[in-house]
């Protein structure tokens, strides 16, 4: 998924962000609150944040991609 950056800021996880344009200097930000003490947090620690001209492709889903077999 292409993600354009430049209206306003963008945030993915680490795992999610594959590539960005050379032009956007990616930002680590924590989304540590309370509720991630008790299980109500999003289950993202840190995230990236990626604002500016340009663009990031972010994967879907953080699980193994599943190849058919032919």
Do not use: D, Y
Not at 36 to 50: K, M, N, P, T, V
């Amino acid at each position: 998924m292409l993600l354009n950056c430049s209206r306003q800021p963008t945030f993915a996880a680490p795992q999610a962000a594959t590539c960005w344009s050379a032009n956007l200097q990616p930002q680590i930000k924590s989304s540590f609150t309370l509720g991630s003490l008790i299980g109500r947090g999003s289950g993202e620690s840190f995230q990236l944040a990626f604002h500016g001209p340009g663009s990031v492709v972010i994967r879907p889903s953080e699980g193994q991609p599943v190849v058919a077999s032919p």
